[in-house]
């Protein structure tokens, strides 16, 4: 079984702080990455995609991929208490079509 | 923007009954997929859609079946609900060319009694 691992936090941060949440996953053969943020009661929304190596910024996001190192990153600067939610990491599986899902941390936002 | 949409938000079933979830997608995506989601076991794919009529078993589809006559339609089927499968169910879909990125739906809280 290919693995998406994050630390389930929770991950408690000050507004306007730099959030920082970590993924690793098991199978070198994945190439397409992306984080999704779910509120309590509701369904994932996409946020971030990335498919290759480096930095892609979007707004008050940044992924980071490593595949050398099989990890993806997401950091969310001047964090707001809106942004407290469970963020997912998604990876591709094998037969590319579906993900395979990490368990999410959960981030709390504090005012 | 795509828009995926699911029949019911909450469900109440009685265990051994037939349920049908539906799922409606109006982006003319190729792919459709079937999740279910519990606290401590994250997200699990039960069956996906690759095209009209096709369909693949995913980490966890005993207990389920699929049927997809449409493109932008994916139906679940739990053929005889059972306690287990009282859950949160959600469904995505993906373009099949453009891109990888999967789109969720609402979700749907599935409780059997």
């Known amino acids: 079984q290919k693995e998406v691992e994050q630390n389930s936090g929770p991950l408690s941060v000050p507004e306007g702080a730099i959030a920082s949440l970590n993924c690793t996953y098991s199978?070198?053969?994945?190439?397409?990455f992306f984080w999704y943020r779910q509120y309590s009661g509701k369904s994932p929304e996409l946020i971030m995609s990335?498919?290759?190596?480096g930095d892609k910024e979007d707004g008050r996001f940044t992924a980071q991929l490593n595949k050398a190192s099989q990890y993806v990153s997401l950091l969310i600067r001047d964090s707001q208490p809106s942004d407290s939610a469970t963020y997912l990491c998604?990876?591709?599986?094998?037969?590319?079509?579906?993900?395979?899902f990490g368990k999410g941390t959960s981030l709390l936002v504090t005012p | 923007d795509v828009k995926v949409t699911q029949s019911s938000r909450y469900l109440v079933k009685r265990t051994g009954e037939k349920v049908f979830l539906e799922c409606v997608q109006d982006?003319?995506?190729?792919?459709m997929f079937w999740y279910r989601q519990d606290p401590g076991l994250g997200l699990r794919l039960i069956y996906f859609?690759?095209?009209?009529?096709?369909?693949e078993k995913g980490d966890i589809p005993e207990g389920y079946s699929v049927s997809r006559e449409k493109k932008e339609r994916f139906s679940l089927i739990l053929e005889s609900a059972s306690t287990n499968q009282t859950s949160m169910y959600l469904c995505?879909?993906?373009?099949?060319?453009?891109?990888?990125?999967?789109?969720f739906g609402p979700g749907t809280r599935l409780t059997v009694t």
């Open positions: 990335i498919y290759s190596n």
């Open positions: 998604a990876v591709t599986m094998n037969s590319g079509y579906a993900l395979n």
């Open positions: 982006m003319d995506h190729e792919n």
């Open positions: 995505a879909s993906r373009s099949g060319t453009a891109s990888y990125e999967q789109y």
């Open positions: 199978d070198r053969g994945s190439q397409s």
């Open positions: 859609s690759y095209d009209v009529k096709m369909k």
